[in-house]
């Protein structure tokens, strides 16, 4: 099974800061790694898919790179309603593992 | 508009079985894989189960393999998480999530809670 371990476990940033988020992976994924973000008593909205991806809908501030077991989620200016926990999956096969979270407060 | 919804949660003791229910509509549910994941109380999100599209394959978390059951009924656009023995540790939100090659889960439900309690 893929283990995926994401750092730091919660940060705090002031509105307008970049801020980034680190997911690795156990084995190699390749690409097939998603971003969740979860807003408080919300269910998980996907973000980004294939590492790099933007869903539809999603703003252009946020992006994702990375291949094989490095992965990194970036938001360019940090905007009040970004605040939420994100978590990475990898999703190459089963167990569709999560990372253990990431919560983003503002300073 | 895409819309999963979860139901069947509660209280239920130690040991006893509980039966979650997933609707969707607005999608073509005969072509999509559904995926169960749960998230206990203040923790993060655990993946516990998918269905293929066909009902033909299905995987389990070790954590709930021999206890929990899924399956579907695309007649009724319905999945089911059947959930036997159940544990305090399985206490947590369940979240059904439809599941597209190449994407993730792209669309989720609202949750139901269920509370594994004596």
């Known amino acids: 099974d893929v283990q995926m371990t994401q750092s730091p476990s919660s940060l705090s940033a002031s509105v307008g800061d970049r801020v980034t988020i680190t997911c690795r992976a156990s084995?190699?994924?390749?690409?097939?790694l998603a971003w969740y973000q979860q807003k408080p008593g919300k269910a998980p909205k996907l973000l980004i898919y294939?590492?790099?991806t933007l869903q539809s809908g999603v703003p252009s501030r946020f992006g994702g790179s990375g291949s094989g077991t490095d992965f990194t989620l970036t938001i360019s200016s940090l905007q009040p309603e970004d605040v939420a926990t994100y978590y990475c999956q990898n999703y190459i096969s089963a167990p569709l593992t999560f990372g253990g979270g990431t919560k983003v407060e503002i300073k | 508009q895409v819309q999963l919804v979860e139901s069947g949660g509660g209280v239920v003791q130690p040991g006893r079985s509980l039966r979650l229910s997933c609707e969707a509509s607005?999608?073509?549910?005969?072509?999509?894989?559904i995926h169960w994941v749960r998230q206990a109380p203040g923790k993060g999100l655990e993946w516990v189960v998918l269905?293929?599209?066909?009902?033909?394959?299905?995987y389990y978390a070790d954590s709930v393999k021999g206890r929990f059951t899924i399956s579907r009924d695309n007649s009724k656009s319905t999945v089911y998480l059947q959930m036997n023995s159940l544990r305090a540790e399985d206490t947590a939100v369940y979240y059904c999530a439809r599941f597209v090659s190449g994407y993730g889960l792209d669309w989720w439900g609202q949750g139901t809670l269920v509370i594994v309690s004596s």
């Open positions: 084995l190699g994924i390749s690409n097939y």
């Open positions: 607005g999608l073509t549910f005969n072509s999509d894989d």
């Open positions: 294939t590492a790099s």
């Open positions: 269905i293929r599209n066909d009902g033909s394959r299905k």
